[in-house]
């Protein structure tokens, strides 16, 4: 099978692990030799302990809201045993108790290693939060896909 297709199949994993708050999935794109952590916000972790800091931030994520991951991906690029990607992931939070919806977006770069058993796995991650583009006075248009649902009424972004 191509290794893009395989790549994709293991992203929609990870979307899917984010939107029905379930850590163990989540964790089982990533390397299980261990892998590099470069999120923004936190120190760079590497091995266990960016598995163990990954385990900590999504329990703690899902257990306060109701998340709804959108993965934008521009490019998947393999070399061999190696790949990377990059994109945006488009959070939508939905507080577990009263609050506001946030949104947040992320740029993300992501490489990937194909293990002993033929499968990719994410070996190390970098994202950043983004910036909205403007020029001329307008700005670029983010969830696109809630705005056409009618949802983005009262949602906060940052």
Not at 13 to 37: C, H, Q
Not at 108 to 126: A, D, M, P, T
């Amino acid at each position: 099978m191509d290794d893009t297709y395989l790549i994709n199949s293991e992203k929609t994993e990870f979307r899917e692990a984010y939107n029905r708050g379930d850590v163990e999935e989540l964790l089982s794109v990533f390397d299980e030799e261990g892998f590099t952590d470069m999120s923004e916000g936190g120190p760079s972790l590497y091995d266990e302990a960016a598995r163990e800091g990954l385990r900590e931030r999504a329990t703690e994520l899902f257990a306060r809201y109701d998340v709804k991951l959108t993965v934008i991906i521009i490019k998947i690029v393999v070399v061999g045993n190696l790949a990377y990607d990059y994109g945006w992931h488009e959070f939508t939070l939905r507080p577990k108790g009263a609050g506001e919806t946030l949104r947040k977006r992320h740029r993300y770069l992501e490489v990937w290693k194909k293990n002993s058993s033929g499968q990719w796995r994410i070996s190390s991650f970098i994202n950043n939060a983004d910036v909205r583009e403007e020029l001329g006075g307008r700005a670029s248009h983010w969830f696109l896909s809630e705005e056409q649902a009618g949802d983005a009424g009262g949602a906060v972004t940052r």
